[in-house]
């Protein structure tokens, strides 16, 4: 029997990742990851300095949008290590939730199906982005293949724009750094969707937990129900609100200023990739860009959607808490229960929601203000090129 909303997949990164609080083996995975993608941000700027007046621009768009999603995920960990604490408090309210209704059946399969779906979503984030990692790595050695001009080890397209202080002079050292490129764009896109799969599986528990005390509501006001008053009170109705509505909070803390830079940064990369995929159907490795590019665009515009969504599906799922409120048999109890009960409706009003940056509401609208700037850009780069 599931007691956790987390699945083994997401608990299992966040450990690797060091994200998880207040174990041992977390600063040593910090540290490692400060290094690893440190090194790595050096040779890949290095790389977008070096090549800023390229004749190839689409190359050089290739090596910017790669090094921004690197550039993100380092600051989705910083943000994510600064505060654990928060984290934490999420995890043992979660805990709690599972705790109380470990006893109530109804309860409790409403929550198995939410950490099922929950479960299931995470899968389908990471299978996604593992999908385009292989696709984008076989496109780069596919176009070496087709190319007879890149013959020499120093001349091929490396998996990862970088610019190395050394000369790939022979196979082997070519085939090394494709190897360690390989393995470090694989542990990239995991913790992206790691930390994207995170947000999806809090947004669903905290989702399973409105739908709990919409039940309450309608339960605890009705005629026909076998729960009175005495077993479901207006004192706990409250708490479980308040709890929802903290819980709501400590979601839109952590990941606020990560939605902030999702926005800015997938924008320009959506439009870089876009870019390069436009640019490539006229080359004559139009299959082998396509291969490498597009799976990868494809992915980069569902990390947006899948966090507008969470925003959107938040909102709509507190809109029905003062739904639920309003349509129960309140006004069948004495005056000063009812005035309670009001006070739900009118705390319902404010919404809960995910924002960018505390500044604007995540929602699908701001999904497709993000796609029309995206094409914008694009539209500007192509008159430019």
């Excluded at 993608?37 to 949008?65: C, E, K, P, W």
């Excluded at 990739?273 to 396509?290: C, F, Q, R």
């Excluded at 309003?326 to 009812?338: F, G, H, M, R, V």
Aim: one cysteine or more; proline letters at 1%; a positive charge.
């Amino acid at each position: 029997m599931r007691t956790t909303t987390l699945s083994r997949l997401i608990r299992i990164g966040l450990h690797i990742f060091g994200v998880w609080p207040y174990v041992s083996s977390t600063v040593l995975f910090r540290l490692y990851w400060i290094v690893m993608l440190s090194t790595a941000q050096v040779f890949q700027y290095r790389y977008v300095v070096v090549n800023i007046h390229m004749d190839d621009f689409s190359q050089f768009m290739d090596g910017v949008s790669s090094a921004m999603a690197s550039s993100l995920l380092f600051i989705k960990l910083i943000i994510l290590w600064i505060n654990q604490r928060i984290f934490f408090e999420l995890l043992q309210m979660m805990a709690e939730d599972w705790q109380n209704y470990i006893s109530n059946h109804t309860n409790l399969r409403l929550m198995t199906n939410i950490a099922d779906l929950a479960r299931r979503m995470s899968r389908w984030i990471v299978g996604m982005q593992m999908i385009a990692v292989v696709t984008y790595i076989s496109g780069v050695l596919a176009a070496n293949v087709n190319s007879s001009e890149e013959v020499k080890p120093y001349a091929r397209e490396l998996i990862l724009k970088m610019d190395f202080p050394f000369n790939i002079s022979t196979n082997f050292i070519y085939m090394v750094i494709s190897v360690v490129q390989s393995y470090h764009l694989t542990l990239v896109a995991y913790g992206i969707t790691i930390i994207n799969s995170l947000l999806v599986t809090l947004v669903l528990h905290v989702g399973g937990q409105i739908d709990i005390l919409r039940g309450w509501l309608l339960t605890a006001f009705s005629k026909n129900s076998a729960q009175s008053m005495s077993e479901i009170t207006l004192r706990s109705l409250i708490t479980k609100h308040q709890q929802i509505i903290l819980f709501s909070e400590n979601i839109e803390d952590l990941y606020t200023y990560v939605a902030l830079m999702i926005l800015l940064s997938d924008t320009f990369i959506i439009c870089c990739l876009g870019y390069v995929v436009a640019t490539s159907l006229d080359t004559p490795n139009a299959a082998a860009i396509l291969m490498k590019s597009l799976v990868f665009y494809i992915t980069i515009n569902l990390e947006v959607f899948i966090y507008c969504l969470s925003g959107e599906y938040l909102s709509a799922k507190s809109k029905m808490i003062g739904n639920a409120a309003y349509n129960a048999l309140w006004y069948d109890i004495p005056t000063k229960q009812s005035r309670i009960v009001s006070f739900i409706i009118l705390r319902s009003q404010k919404l809960l929601t995910i924002t960018s940056g505390k500044i604007m509401d995540l929602s699908l609208e701001r999904f497709t203000s993000v796609v029309k700037a995206s094409a914008s850009y694009l539209s500007m780069l192509l008159a430019m090129y």
